[in-house]
């Protein structure tokens, strides 16, 4: 499935292929068309590549949270409470506990 989002993504893609901002954009628009499958696969891509680009986490433990995967999510929430607090991003830190904190409380 592709879009003409994707489509300019990609060739951003083909200039800088480790651009975490366009591998962002690619996984965040596979998510917003329901291809989940590629969505965690340029997430993981992403956190591998640029693993302090925080906003990552976030992002892809709600993926894992639309699944049914909580587990997951959970891990990976806490991978970013991790890095959110190595490079001392408050607003980061800040959303990736309360993240987790809700998925808990929910359990």
Known sequence: MTSPRLQQLFSFLKESPDDAFILF???KEYE???VFETAFEYYHKLVAIDPDYVGTYYHLGKLY?????????????QK????AKK???QHALSELMGAKMNLEMEL
């Open 32 to 34: 917003k068309l329901g």
């Open 80 to 83: 970013g409470i991790e890095t």
């Open 87 to 89: 490079i001392k991003d």
């Open 65 to 77: 949270e639309e699944v049914e995967e909580v587990e997951k999510a959970l891990e990976i929430y």
């Open 25 to 27: 954009a690619i996984a």
